[in-house]
């Protein structure tokens, strides 16, 4: 069989084998709707009770009821954007957001901006740090919210949360962050990092697609997500999810177990390869920050090539990456982070993230290199575009 080897684990992860077992029981034989008040009904409850308690100890909640599950990062980060832009409207109807941040967060704003609330997006340097200066400089009397992600999913930048957050805390404004790329890869402790609101998924790390929550300090106020039964303090209406919420709270358990085995696994990991792909290609350029990032993210540009046409050629070999150039559906539009931290659109363009994932292996390493050399070596040949004495 021809090998197969994953390098997009920051796009979705296997779901693990514990993970698997805590869920299958959800499907029959705990199939009662958690809100039946019959034993049926109360044994779903406690599988979600149980799964939401492993979510606020891993994340430092003060109270499971700060936990809301959701269906994944996506409605986590809508729902904290409007909610509660739209619960402090009477405040003022101005956020501030990073220029980095997911399009999850980035279209709500849009969104909003639609609705009559202005956004600022604030800067980042060429690591993709946020500009803590820039933020100061954007708040304004009736600004309510600011959003800043934990970890940026493209190059892996680790933002300085507890700096942005008490920033806004002197202003009186609530700090709200994506931790969907951070969970598992980084300590969060949401009381510590004064967090009032984060988003969080669970296909990034190890558990099922489709779920996630969003942590919503006691006292935050935000607005319904969806209209319809008691479900989630009324916040938030529709039958649990259960299998998936029972392997998330799993999930989440076991990336806090595993939390120093993996990093120091996944570190390795990354510095073989980048050591590997240093030595054997030329005209590269690590993208993002040299040591404040996570272990598990390393985006490369290389030169004179388009990162598609390196992506096509490694799929042919079965190695699964993804283009730090997503490209939008009419244009090569180069990626809004690489162009927020001032990387040249050629450049850009040519970047791919590796991200690599706890099952990677040594010789699923030394796979990736021989093709890849392989791989641009080739791009580099019929490209037209050269530089003077560097093809
Ligand atoms: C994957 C991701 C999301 C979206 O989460 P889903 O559960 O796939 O909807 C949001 N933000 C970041 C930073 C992500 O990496």
């Given at each position: 069989?021809?090998?197969?080897?994953?390098?997009?684990?920051?796009?979705?992860?296997?779901?693990?084998?514990?993970?698997?077992?805590?869920?299958?029981?959800?499907?029959?034989?705990?199939?009662?709707?958690?809100?039946?008040?019959?034993?049926?009904?109360?044994?779903?409850?406690?599988?979600?009770?149980?799964?939401?308690?492993?979510?606020?100890?891993?994340?430092?909640?003060?109270?499971?009821?700060?936990?809301?599950?959701?269906?994944?990062?996506?409605?986590?980060?809508?729902w904290?954007?409007?909610?509660?832009?739209?619960?402090?409207?009477?405040k003022?109807?101005?956020?501030?957001?990073?220029?980095?941040?997911?399009h999850?967060?980035?279209?709500?704003?849009?969104e909003?901006?639609?609705?009559?609330f202005?956004?600022?997006?604030v800067?980042?340097?060429?690591?993709?740090?946020?500009?803590?200066?820039?933020?100061?400089?954007?708040?304004r009397?009736d600004?309510?919210?600011?959003?800043?992600?934990?970890?940026?999913?493209?190059?892996?930048?680790?933002?300085?949360?507890?700096?942005?957050?008490?920033?806004?805390?002197e202003?009186?404004?609530?700090?709200?962050?994506?931790?969907?790329?951070?969970?598992?890869?980084?300590?969060i402790?949401?009381q510590?990092?004064?967090?009032?609101?984060?988003?969080?998924?669970?296909?990034?790390?190890?558990?099922?697609?489709?779920?996630?929550?969003?942590?919503?300090?006691?006292?935050v106020?935000?607005?319904?997500?969806?209209?319809?039964?008691?479900?989630?303090?009324?916040?938030?209406?529709?039958?649990?999810?259960?299998?998936?919420?029972?392997?998330?709270?799993?999930?989440?358990?076991?990336?806090?177990?595993?939390?120093?085995?993996?990093?120091?696994?996944?570190?390795?990991?990354?510095?073989?390869?980048?050591?590997?792909?240093?030595?054997?290609?030329?005209?590269i350029?690590?993208?993002?920050?040299?040591?404040?990032?996570?272990?598990?993210?390393?985006?490369?540009?290389?030169?004179?090539i388009?990162?598609?046409?390196?992506?096509?050629?490694?799929?042919?070999?079965?190695?699964?990456?993804?283009?730090?150039?997503?490209?939008?559906?009419?244009?090569?539009?180069?990626?809004?982070?690489?162009?927020?931290?001032?990387?040249?659109?050629?450049?850009?363009?040519?970047?791919?993230r590796?991200?690599?994932?706890?099952?990677?292996?040594?010789?699923?390493?030394?796979?990736?290199?021989?093709?890849?050399?392989?791989?641009?070596?080739?791009?580099?040949?019929?490209?037209?575009?050269?530089?003077?004495?560097?093809?």
């Open positions: 069989m021809e090998k197969k080897v994953y390098l997009d684990n920051a796009a979705t992860t296997f779901v693990s084998g514990e993970v698997l077992n805590e869920m299958m029981p959800c499907f029959n034989a705990i199939y009662g709707n958690p809100n039946s008040l019959h034993s049926f009904g109360r044994d779903a409850a406690a599988i979600v009770d149980r799964a939401r308690d492993r979510v606020q100890k891993a994340i430092g909640a003060k109270s499971a009821t700060e936990i809301y599950f959701t269906s994944g990062g996506t409605e986590a980060d809508n904290a954007i409007k909610g509660i832009a739209k619960a402090y409207a009477n003022g109807k101005h956020i501030i957001v990073s220029q980095i941040e997911h999850a967060i980035l279209s709500s704003c849009e909003l901006e639609k609705e009559g202005e956004v600022s997006y800067k980042v340097d060429k690591y993709g740090i946020v500009s803590i200066a820039d933020i100061i400089d954007k708040i009397p600004t309510t919210l600011i959003s800043v992600m934990a970890v940026n999913n493209e190059v892996g930048t680790i933002q300085n949360l507890l700096a942005i957050a008490k920033t806004a805390h202003h009186g404004i609530i700090f709200h962050t994506d931790a969907v790329q951070a969970i598992g890869a980084l300590k402790n949401v510590d990092m004064e967090i009032d609101a984060m988003s969080m998924s669970a296909h990034k790390i190890y558990g099922p697609k489709g779920c996630g929550a969003l942590y919503v300090r006691n006292g106020r935000i607005q319904n997500f969806m209209d319809g039964g008691s479900q989630e303090r009324g916040k938030r209406g529709g039958t649990l999810n259960v299998p998936s919420i029972a392997g998330f709270g799993k999930a989440i358990e076991i990336a806090t177990r595993d939390f120093a085995i993996n990093q120091k696994k996944i570190k390795s990991i990354r510095e073989y390869f980048l050591s590997k792909v240093t030595e054997r290609i030329p005209y350029r690590v993208n993002g920050h040299p040591y404040q990032k996570v272990q598990g993210i390393l985006n490369i540009s290389f030169e004179m388009e990162g598609e046409s390196i992506l096509m050629l490694l799929d042919l070999d079965g190695i699964a990456v993804s283009t730090g150039s997503a490209c939008t559906s009419n244009s090569l539009e180069p990626s809004h982070v690489l162009r927020a931290m001032g990387i040249e659109d050629e450049v850009a363009q040519g970047s791919i590796f991200s690599f994932g706890k099952n990677t292996s040594k010789s699923d390493i030394d796979y990736v290199v021989d093709k890849l050399e392989v791989a641009v070596a080739k791009l580099r040949a019929i490209s037209p575009i050269t530089k003077a004495g560097r093809k």
